[in-house]
C-alpha cells in the first residue's frame, strides 16, 4: 500500500485511540471505585445508549473482516455466519435478557448461584467464562494483525506482532482505569462509526450496479470460478458427511452461544431495570439487523468486483476482503479517493477490535474478580479489594490474548469466534436455562452441566482439524486430530444438557424450593432486584 495509505490511516487511528483515551481518563476522574461502577456503569445507562453498546460490542472484527471474507470466497455458505449471528438475538431477547438482569448483580455466575451453593459454582461459571473470552479476544487480534499487514503492504510478522502486542496494552488501559463507564462510551462511539461506514459502502456497491442486487450477484458468481454454485449451499460445508454435519453443528452454535456470551450478559446489568433491558435488546437487534444485511452485499460485492482469487492472494483466510473492496470503490490504488476511503475503512476497523477487545477484557477480568478470586476466599472479597483483582487480571488477560492471537493469526476472525460461541452454547447456556426455568436444578447439576460443556468443547477442539492434520491447522506439521468437525457445537451442546440433568438426578441434594420460588418471583417481576 501506499506512503499515503499509511499515513491518512495512521492518523484516523491515532485520533480515535486519543479521543477513547480522553473518554477513559474523564471517567476515570468521575469514578468512586465500587464495584457497581466498575463492572456496571453505576447501571446509569439508558436504553438507546445501551443497545447501541450491545451492538458496539457484538459487531466485532469478526462481523466486518470475518464474514464479508468468508461470502467473498466462499458465497452462500457464507451466509451462514450473517444469518446465525442475527437470530441469535431472538433467544436473548425471549429467554434471557429480562430473567438475567433481575436475578444477577455483575457476572453469569451470579445468576446461577442465586439459588445453588455459590462457591463450587462460581468457579465453575467463572472458569467457564474466561474461557471463552480469551477464544473470542484471540479473533479480535489475528483481525488487528491482517489489517495492519495489509495497511503497511505486506505480512510482516514484526508489523503484526507489535500491532497485537499494542492492541493488547490499550485494551488494558481502557479496562484498568475507565471500567464499565468508559468500555460503554467507547463501544457507542464505535457502533457509530461503523454502521456509517458499512451504510457508505454499501451505497456505493449497490451503484456500482446501478441498484440491481442480480446483477451484483451473477456478476459474484461468474467471477468466483464455481458459476451458480457459488449461490448455493455446499462451497464451503458440502460434499463429504463431515462438511454437512459441520455446517449444521456451525449453525447451532451461532444461534445458541450469544445468549451465554459473558460480554453479552453483562450489558444487562448495566440499564436501571429489566424494561430498560429488554429494550436495549430491541435497539440492539435493530442495529445488528442493519449491519449483518450490509455483510451480505459488502460480502458478495467483493466477489464481484474485486474476485475470490484476488482477496485470497491478500489474505487466505479472507479477512482483507472489506478493506479491498474500500480501495476499489474509492477510484483504486494510487487515488486520493481510494486511499482516504481504504483509510477510513481500516480506521473503522481498527476501531471496532479496540472496543470489542475492552467490552471482553472487562468481562473475563470480572468473572476472575468477582467469581474466582472472591470464591476462593473464606469471606467474599471488599468491593475495592475485588476491583483491584480485576484491573490486575485484566493484565494477565491480556497477556494470554496476545500470544493466542499470534499463534493463530493464518485463521479466520469469523471462524475463530464460531468456536468461541461452542463453547459458550455448550458451557454457559445450558447451567443458565436450567437456573433460570428447572425448579428440581441442583449444585452439582449446576457444576456438570458446565464442565460437562466446556471440558468436551475445548477438547473436542483440540482434536480437531483446526489444531493439526490439514494444511491450514495451528499446528500443520503435526497430526494428532481424532475428531473430523472443525466446530465441536453438534456434539458440546447436547452434552453440556446433558451433564447438568444427570448431575442433578444423581445429585442427594434436596433443591431448596423456597430460594427458587423467590428466584423465580424476582426474575419475573424484578422484586428484589439490584
Do not use: C
Amino acid at each position: 500500500m501506499s506512503t499515503g495509505h499509511q499515513t491518512l490511516a495512521l492518523l484516523l487511528f491515532s485520533t480515535f485511540v486519543a479521543v477513547t483515551l480522553g473518554i477513559t481518563t474523564w471517567v476515570s476522574r468521575n469514578r468512586h471505585g465500587s464495584a457497581e461502577e466498575f463492572y456496571a456503569g453505576g447501571r446509569l445507562f439508558s436504553p438507546m445508549e445501551n443497545g447501541f453498546a450491545i451492538a458496539g460490542d457484538y459487531m466485532s472484527a469478526a462481523s466486518f473482516l470475518g464474514i464479508s471474507g468468508l461470502i467473498a470466497l466462499f458465497g452462500y455458505d457464507g451466509l451462514l455466519y450473517s444469518v446465525g449471528f442475527l437470530v441469535a438475538w431472538l433467544v436473548v431477547l425471549f429467554l434471557v435478557a429480562e430473567l438475567v438482569r433481575n436475578v444477577g448483580r455483575f457476572t453469569l455466575a451470579d445468576v446461577v448461584a442465586a439459588r445453588m451453593s455459590e462457591r463450587p459454582v462460581r468457579i465453575a461459571a467463572g472458569s467457564s467464562s474466561v474461557v471463552v473470552s480469551v477464544l473470542y479476544l484471540v479473533a479480535q487480534m489475528v483481525g488487528a494483525g491482517s489489517l495492519v499487514a495489509l495497511l503497511l503492504g505486506g505480512s510482516s510478522p514484526a508489523a503484526r506482532t507489535a500491532t497485537v502486542i499494542g492492541v493488547g496494552a490499550l485494551m488494558v488501559i481502557y479496562v484498568s482505569f475507565g471500567g464499565m463507564r468508559a468500555t460503554t462510551w467507547i463501544q457507542i462511539v464505535k457502533a457509530v462509526l461503523l454502521m456509517g461506514g458499512a451504510v457508505t459502502l454499501t451505497v456505493l456497491v449497490l451503484a456500482r450496479f446501478h441498484g440491481d442486487f442480480g446483477a451484483m450477484l451473477s456478476t459474484a458468481a461468474e467471477r468466483s470460478g464455481h458459476g451458480s454454485r457459488f449461490l448455493g449451499p455446499g462451497l464451503k460445508y458440502g460434499g463429504s458427511w463431515t462438511a454437512r454435519i459441520d455446517f449444521l453443528s456451525l449453525g447451532l452454535a451461532l444461534v445458541l452461544g450469544t445468549a451465554g456470551l459473558p460480554h453479552i450478559l453483562s450489558r444487562f446489568f448495566t440499564v436501571p431495570t429489566a424494561r430498560a433491558a429488554r429494550r436495549s435488546v430491541v435497539w440492539a437487534i435493530g442495529l445488528i439487523g442493519g449491519f449483518y444485511l450490509m455483510t451480505i452485499v459488502l460480502g458478495f460485492g467483493a466477489a464481484a468486483l474485486i474476485g475470490p482469487e484476488e482477496v485470497r492472494a491478500s489474505n487466505a483466510a479472507g479477512n482483507t476482503a472489506v478493506p479491498l473492496l474500500a480501495l476499489l470503490l474509492g477510484g483504486g490504488s494510487g487515488t486520493t479517493g481510494g486511499t482516504v476511503l481504504f483509510a477510513v475503512v481500516a480506521a473503522i476497523a481498527f476501531a471496532t477490535i479496540l472496543a470489542v477487545v475492552a467490552g471482553i477484557t472487562l468481562a473475563s477480568s470480572a468473572s476472575v474478580a468477582h467469581d474466582l478470586y472472591a470464591s476462593l476466599k473464606r469471606k467474599h472479597a471488599r468491593q475495592r479489594s475485588e476491583v483491584t483483582v480485576a484491573r490486575v487480571a485484566a493484565v494477565g488477560i491480556g497477556v494470554v490474548a496476545i500470544g493466542l492471537g499470534l499463534l493463530a493469526q493464518d485463521l479466520n476472525v469469523a471462524f475463530l469466534v464460531g468456536l468461541a460461541f461452542a463453547v459458550s452454547a455448550s458451557a454457559n447456556l445450558p447451567v443458565l436455562l436450567y437456573s433460570l426455568f428447572w425448579r428440581g436444578f441442583t449444585t452439582r447439576g449446576a457444576v456438570w452441566s458446565v464442565y460437562g460443556g466446556l471440558v468436551p468443547a475445548v477438547l473436542l477442539v483440540l482434536l480437531s482439524p483446526v489444531v493439526s492434520g490439514s494444511p491450514e491447522a495451528l499446528f500443520p506439521g503435526v497430526d494428532f486430530q481424532v475428531f473430523p468437525l472443525q466446530n465441536p457445537g453438534i456434539v458440546s451442546i447436547p452434552l453440556g444438557f446433558l451433564a447438568g440433568w444427570i448431575g442433578t438426578v444423581l445429585s442427594g441434594e434436596t433443591p431448596d424450593e423456597a430460594r427458587h420460588a423467590e428466584t423465580e418471583v424476582r426474575s419475573l417481576t424484578g422484586a428484589g432486584a439490584v
